[in-house]
């Protein structure tokens, strides 16, 4: 798929001319037309890092000077669920790249359980695990190690906490903002969402 940012240079540089002359908040158009960069945020440890997401066609972007590009696409033509940022979690209509290269990437489902919203990648070997342990957050863990926490209500806007002492790569950093920006964080604990199932079968 083709990214209206092309690279990561001409990106960066319309970012930054975006934000010299920004539209006031709540009027996200710009010159990528529909789609509205929705950073850089400043992380810790990285510096800036841009997150691009465009829910219509499909696709996130991550960038920074200090991190490799990681993309997240949907396949044309799949079918969309409005509550999944990326639009799907079927891993067969998602692809996903770090640094240019394919990763392996399967989403769990998303059932009753916090568990069963975590969205697992790997990448030379390496195990990531982006998966919800609290009602707005989820936890990165590599190779069963916490890395950091995330939070991202699903609008692209995707906020990271570096746990201390972790030892944390510019690719880690590229694969867990990928994935907040894709398919949001944070969930509802089972016995919560079981309460709201059995609600909705009361009669009104």
Known sequence: ??????????????TASLEENAPPEGNAEDSFGEEAPTGPVQDDRF?????????????????GDAIPPAA???APGAETENHVPIGTRNGDHLTMTVDGEP???VPAKGKLSRRSYAVDVTR??????????????????????HL???SSDGDGRVLAEWKEGA?????D?????ALAAAFGTGGQPMWMMAIEAAAELLPG
């Open 1 to 14: 798929m083709t990214h209206v940012t092309g690279s990561r240079a001409v990106s960066l540089d319309k």
């Open 167 to 171: 030892e944390v790569s510019p690719a």
């Open 103 to 105: 990763v392996a990437l």
């Open 124 to 145: 030379e070997g390496v195990v990531y695990r982006l998966v919800p342990d609290s009602i707005a957050g989820s936890r990165l863990l590599k190779d069963g190690q």
């Open 47 to 63: 510096g800036d890092i841009t997150v691009l997401l465009n829910d219509e066609e499909g696709w996130v972007e991550v960038l």
């Open 173 to 177: 950093a590229s694969v867990g903002y």
């Open 148 to 150: 950091g926490d995330f």
């Open 72 to 74: 997240v696409d949907r």
